[in-house]
């Protein structure tokens, strides 16, 4: 229904000078098995209409700001606009996208009352990732190939976040049920748990040594002072995630035992 009132209002208006071509290119890819890097480049070639459809959109919906259901339903649209497209980033690793879209997340997230995500931990976050060629341009230049997503196999569009990947094997394998702890009963889960435990642990000891965290006091008793030093965390942190993307920590034959 959007579409259809801007096309209306893009004749009445005389803001049609982008239909021709992009209407065309779209008749191509659609009537034809074109690959998809050919089809990437007949978009390309339409760049200058397409920011004329960009500019005349904007237009038009400026003209609906007197109209509260208008309004509403634009906005759910550019909240889905922002999701498919951080998605899209996600699956790509496209670095800067991904930083891009999360900052344009903030003023949903502020409206719908997740505070701690708009106000705190997604700017800092956002800042600091900005800080990065000049902080540490080194991280910055992995996380610009991809570093920041992990994948399961070959391929492409197939990226992760790294979080969604845990939940996807190590925790899943854990969740299942059993009559003892999942993790313990699943022949897969325990093959992966014994070939990466150690460098999970240094990874953790490390980590806990450049953050301050103690593990041991003075009258033997074992508690944890956590002591949060925000640079540090994060260059180790950015570290990590570098050395697993660069490096096949597993080995080549333990990767072939484990599938992710």
């Known amino acids: 229904m959007h579409w259809r009132a801007f096309e209306s209002w893009a004749r009445e208006n005389d803001e049609t000078a982008w239909n021709g071509r ?4 779209i008749e191509v890819i659609v009537d034809n098995d074109i690959p998809a890097d050919e089809q990437l480049e007949l978009i390309r070639g339409i760049d200058h209409e397409l920011t004329d459809l960009h500019k005349s959109l904007a237009h038009f919906n400026q003209t609906l700001n007197n109209q509260p259901t208008a309004v509403f339903w634009l906005t759910f649209l550019e909240m889905a606009d922002i999701l498919h497209t951080f998605l899209f980033c ?5 670095w800067l ?12 997230m502020a409206a719908a009352g997740h505070h701690k995500y708009a106000l705190q931990s997604l ?4 800042k600091e990732m900005k800080d990065l ?3 540490a341009p080194e991280v910055h230049d992995v996380l610009m190939r991809g570093a920041f ?7 492409c569009h197939n990226a992760v976040s790294p979080d969604m990947l845990l939940e996807q094997t190590y925790n899943a394998d854990a969740k299942e049920r059993g009559s003892l702890a999942g993790i313990t009963t699943n022949q897969s889960a325990r093959t992966k748990w014994v070939y990466t435990k150690h460098h999970t642990s240094a990874v953790s000891s490390q980590l806990k040594q450049m953050i301050g965290i103690g593990t041991h006091t003075a009258d033997g008793v074992h508690h944890e002072a956590i ?6 965390v994060f260059a180790a942190t950015s570290a990590a ?9 597993l080995g080549s034959k333990t990767q072939s035992q484990i599938l992710i």
Do not use: F, W
């Open 149 to 155: 997503v992990c994948r399961r196999a070959d391929g």
């Open 90 to 94: 996600q699956r790509e690793g496209i």
């Open 241 to 249: 995630v570098a050395l697993g993307h660069s490096k096949n920590v």
């Open 97 to 108: 996208g991904s930083l891009k879209l999360s900052a344009d997340m903030l003023p949903y």
């Open 133 to 135: 060629p000049s902080v």
């Open 22 to 25: 992009i209407t065309g290119v």
């Open 227 to 232: 002591v949060l030093v925000r640079e540090e």
């Open 123 to 126: 700017p800092l976050y956002i």
